[in-house]
């Protein structure tokens, strides 16, 4: 296994880490700022969360370098991904820092799309990530670290940074899921031409 499939296999790794520190009230202490109380085990899953997802680029990086992207790696990449996603949209679901509605949008997008990539790769077609997709999942990244750090630093200046964040990925989500349909609609067309 190389280098980059090792990365990306830390990440799923990381899955259980970042819900466990989320989920798992542990007594280790808690940081107060303005009107923002975070444990210390939502600062240990954040920066746990950060790292796996910085990971995404890097084993990215490492595989097209040297020359080492595999099956293996295509499977495993945007696995890893969904389920990094997911299992904090959950975990945020969980906390009640998170409308139910807007996990179930975000991840039924990528139920969508991902389906839209099967059906194209049994027609011999790759959907590669589109700029707007690469974007969408900036914005969720970032929305996902501000709902977990609870809007921290900007509650301490009662600006709802985390709201917008929120906003902003549930749109960028459904449009670029949209998108991915209209560039690929004969591909889902009843009647192929």
């Known amino acids: 296994m190389n280098l980059a499939n090792k990365i990306t296999l830390a990440r799923i790794f990381l899955v259980p880490v970042v819900m466990i520190f989320l989920l798992v009230r542990f007594e280790i202490g808690y940081i107060h700022v303005g009107d923002t109380k975070l444990t210390i085990s939502e600062i240990i899953a954040t920066t746990v969360f950060v790292l796996a997802a910085a990971s995404d680029g890097l084993d990215g ?18 696995l890893a991904d969904k389920l990094l996603i997911t299992a904090a949209l959950i975990s945020l679901v ?70 917008i964040a929120k906003w902003l990925a549930v749109i960028i989500t459904i449009v670029s899921g949209l998108d991915y349909f209209y560039k690929n609609r004969k591909l889902v067309s009843v009647t192929r031409e």
Do not use: C, H
């Open 61 to 78: 990086y490492i595989a097209r370098k040297n020359k080492i992207v595999t099956n293996l790696g295509k499977f495993l990449d945007p």
């Open 94 to 163: 969980e906390m009640q820092r998170l409308e139910a509605w807007i996990a179930i949008a975000i991840i039924s997008r990528e139920f969508a799309v991902t389906g839209l990539r099967l059906i194209a790769a049994a027609e011999g077609v790759i959907i590669s990530a589109s700029a707007m997709g690469k974007l969408k999942t900036i914005i969720q990244i970032v929305a996902i670290i501000s709902l977990m750090l609870n809007n921290f630093p900007f509650s301490a200046l009662a600006f709802p940074f985390a709201d």
